[in-house]
């Protein structure tokens, strides 16, 4: 029943937001009641692959079990994290009471620039663009079984990388032909490195493409692939889209570029 002391276009727009609201609210309890689950569970499941991993009469078969059980974790806990950040970022548009392209806005500066690390600029004619590390196509069960998971995890921050290009379009350069060369970079300490293939960069591509007004297509667009080791700049993806196709890049001159830089 609608409150008669309110005007009727006040009260309908205030009870669509509550129902909005209600519904974000319940999200984010359960959301957040499955990860603090998922947390035991991961504690748990860590422990118990140490265990039989150090075991040397535990068999193919009881490690391959635990290692299962591992990465079943790991791709749960990827999903129900990024539900959460959907929960909580989530913007209310009953009735046009916030406009989506300004809720979006706001989570980049509240959650990409400091958090994701994603932020993008234009020098000597080039575009950069650091994001965090791409997961791999098959890794972690994300792939197959969950292969959901990675759709969510990229969703994530490829919002933030659209917004990250939308702060400096006027700067954005427009490619008739274009190279876009990845760069990988884990940690020195890190133990297992993805191979190049197996970095999943379509839709990144495609963000990317629809600033450089430039489509992905072998007769526009040329790319380079590389993942290594690196401490001089923080674990994460770093890009470079410069100007013709076939360009080799210089990945020293690259990275340099970031170094110094605010991560947003």
Known sequence: MVNENLPRSQATRCALQASELEEQASTMMRE???????????????????????DPL??????????????QFYASALSRTHALYEAVTKPNIACGLCNPRDVQRENYDAFAGEIEGVFSFVEDGKLFIKLPLLPAKV???????????????YYFFNRSLDESLNKIEAQVPHFEQQNIAYFSVFSVSSKTIPD?????????????????????????TSFFYAGFCDDSVPPGTYICVSNRRFQ??????????FRGRKTY
């Open 32 to 54: 957040s009641a499955a990860i603090y689950k998922l947390a035991k569970r991961g504690s748990e499941a860590c422990a118990k692959l140490k265990e039989v991993l150090s």
């Open 58 to 71: 535990c068999g193919p078969e009881v490690i391959q079990q635990a290692m299962d059980n591992f990465n």
């Open 139 to 153: 890794n972690h069960g994300v792939r197959g079984k969950q292969q959901g998971n990675t759709e969510k995890y």
């Open 196 to 220: 190049a293939e197996n970095i999943d960069t379509k839709s990144v591509t495609d963000i990317i493409c629809l600033h450089t007004m430039c489509d992905d297509s072998f007769e526009k």
């Open 248 to 257: 080799v890049p210089n990945i020293s001159h690259i990275l340099g570029k």
